[in-house]
């Protein structure tokens, strides 16, 4: 019984240094995220600044909950385990709904400005698309599918469609539409917060049914040692 609660305090001491390194590079992308968005020209915020703050709190809280459980193993107090567990517990579910919701918007979401744009560009009586012009210079890209919309609609095409705002060279002239730009936008900003939540999520599951096993063992081990005493 006492080998058991040995190996199960090894493991869960791996994991509490998996886990405060999966923390670590919570902050890491928190702060990435941040200066990602500060470096871009023209860029326009769709909650990545709020994203960004609450990856890095996130990850000191994970770092913290990981000093905690590892005070918590060495201690062997039943009480402090048991908190650690329902704590990674908590953290888990908190952890699966901002990979839920992060992943929802990296697959269809479009914000509703950038819809208000395209629905502007197929409007005959709205001349000048001030708010697809914001998206096109941000993400170098023209009209929703391509740079033929505007053509389709005999328009002609804004200086937002191209490098510089030079449309007089034709090399300048951004092909790509913004619908599929953005979506690629999202996708790359959201990358790395995926396979980090995974791990966080697997970290947390594994650390809580072992703190939960490790707790178990423990008070048998104290009630054997009752009892032969």
Known sequence: ????TRLLRYILCVINVIYALNGCLLIWYGTWLLDSIAEQRNAVDHGEKLASILCILLGIVVILASIFGTVALFKECKKMLISYAVLLILLLVIQFVMFSISFAASRDALPNSLKQGFDELWDVYHRHNNTLSIYEEWLHCCGRNSAED??????????SCCFERDCTNPLNLFMEGCEIKFKQYVSKKTANFHTISWFLILTEFMGSVATCYLVDSIRNHRDRVRFYN
């Open 1 to 4: 019984m006492y080998c058991t």
């Open 150 to 159: 505007y053509i389709l609609l005999e328009r002609e095409l804004p200086a």
